[in-house]
């Protein structure tokens, strides 16, 4: 009786213990796999092969979660305090990693689906067929390199704006330049986008990022209003072109406004302070009282 007693206290007890923790794990499972695609996917693959940055299949292993967790809130106070792995990173990779500003649970989060979605060589080699089975039965989008002149067009006129997008977001050249006589010069606001296609490793980076929008100011300008995938396409399809045709072409950025708007303006500003200078010689106090003086005489 004792012992059917114990036996019935036990389950009971681990049936407890299962509510409390197998839940809350699955449940860390599922909020690290959307983190991760909401912060991380764009510029990140785990296990399909580098995009803007490195792909991060195994980084659990080789990083300790301190130091993963202390590169994902502030990569570049990492890099700027001399750790090493962290400007070897940079060096290679040569873009600035933004800043996320996350609680520490949804960077375990992260960090656990990393890990979860990292299996062990052995593992990875013998799934790695079905795996590449599964994924060539995707539809693929249609890369740059087979982008039509009508597709180019198109996605000039969406980079500039002639062709609005159709959820409303803004134009690309409103905050960017691109050197392409299609499109007039853009905005200084961000980065020259005429090389974006080949710093960012082609179709696979770019197209990451106008999906995801990793960066703060594109993921508040878009919010709500995402670009389709046609639009990713053609977009993508422009800017493989004007990063091809870069050579060919005369840059139209914005500087040159600046520079020579701003000779103009400090010739004009010294020649109205020589002409200021030139009056007040001619007519100075002195001279004045001088010839006061002269006729207060006579």
Same mark, same amino acid.
């Given at each position: 009786?004792?012992?059917? =007693?114990?036996?019935?206290?036990?389950?009971?007890?681990? !049936?407890?213990?299962?509510?409390?923790?197998?839940?809350?794990?699955?449940?860390?499972?599922?909020?690290?796999?959307?983190?991760?695609?909401?912060?991380?996917?764009?510029?990140?693959?785990?296990?399909?092969? =580098?995009?803007?940055?490195?792909? !991060?299949?195994?980084?659990?292993?080789?990083? *300790?979660?301190?130091?993963?967790?202390?590169?994902?809130?502030?990569? &570049? *106070?990492?890099?700027?305090? +001399?750790?090493?792995?962290?400007?070897?990173?940079?060096?290679?990779?040569?873009?600035?990693?933004?800043?996320?500003? !996350?609680?520490?649970?949804?960077?375990?989060?992260?960090?656990?689906?990393?890990? *979860?979605?990292?299996?062990?060589?052995?593992?990875?080699?013998?799934?790695?067929?079905?795996?590449?089975?599964?994924?060539?039965?995707?539809?693929?989008?249609?890369?740059?390199?087979?982008?039509?002149?009508?597709?180019?067009?198109?996605?000039?006129?969406?980079?500039?704006?002639?062709?609005?997008?159709?959820?409303?977001?803004?134009?690309?050249?409103?905050?960017?330049?691109? *050197?392409?006589?299609?499109?007039?010069?853009?905005?200084?606001?961000?980065?020259?986008?005429?090389?974006?296609?080949?710093?960012?490793?082609?179709?696979?980076?770019?197209?990451?990022?106008?999906?995801?929008?990793?960066?703060?100011?594109?993921?508040?300008?878009?919010?709500? =209003?995402?670009?389709?995938?046609?639009?990713? =396409?053609?977009?993508?399809?422009?800017?493989?072109?004007?990063?091809?045709?870069?050579?060919?072409?005369?840059?139209?950025?914005?500087? +040159?406004?600046?520079?020579?708007? +701003? +000779?103009?303006?400090?010739?004009?500003?010294?020649?109205?302070?020589?002409?200021?200078?030139?009056?007040?010689?001619?007519?100075?106090?002195?001279?004045?009282?001088?010839?006061? &003086?002269?006729?207060?005489?006579?």
């Amino acid at each position: 009786m004792n012992n059917e =007693r114990k036996i019935k206290t036990n389950l009971k007890a681990a !049936l407890l213990w299962s509510a409390l923790f197998f839940p809350a794990g699955l449940l860390m499972a599922q909020d690290g796999a959307a983190l991760f695609k909401t912060n991380c996917s764009a510029c990140h693959s785990i296990g399909k092969g =580098r995009l803007v940055g490195p792909d !991060l299949k195994g980084v659990t292993n080789k990083r *300790s979660e301190e130091w993963l967790g202390k590169f994902i809130k502030a990569s &570049q *106070s990492l890099i700027n305090s +001399g750790d090493a792995d962290a400007k070897a990173i940079f060096d290679e990779f040569k873009v600035v990693m933004p800043d996320f500003n !996350l609680p520490d649970a949804d960077i375990k989060a992260i960090i656990a689906h990393i890990a *979860s979605q990292s299996p062990a060589e052995a593992e990875q080699a013998a799934t790695v067929e079905v795996v590449e089975t599964a994924t060539s039965n995707e539809p693929a989008m249609p890369g740059s390199e087979v982008a039509s002149k009508e597709d180019i067009k198109k996605g000039s006129e969406l980079f500039s704006g002639k062709t609005s997008f159709v959820n409303g977001g803004p134009s690309c050249l409103s905050c960017h330049n691109v *050197s392409n006589e299609q499109v007039p010069a853009g905005g200084l606001l961000a980065k020259d986008l005429t090389s974006v296609y080949s710093r960012l490793g082609g179709d696979a980076g770019l197209q990451g990022i106008l999906k995801s929008f990793p960066f703060p100011a594109m993921a508040h300008s878009y919010k709500n =209003r995402p670009l389709t995938d046609e639009e990713v =396409r053609l977009v993508s399809a422009f800017l493989y072109d004007a990063d091809k045709s870069n050579i060919y072409q005369v840059s139209n950025s914005g500087n +040159g406004i600046f520079i020579y708007g +701003g +000779g103009i303006a400090l010739v004009v500003l010294l020649i109205l302070i020589a002409l200021l200078w030139y009056n007040r010689k001619k007519n100075n106090v002195k001279y004045d009282i001088y010839n006061r &003086q002269i006729k207060s005489s006579n």
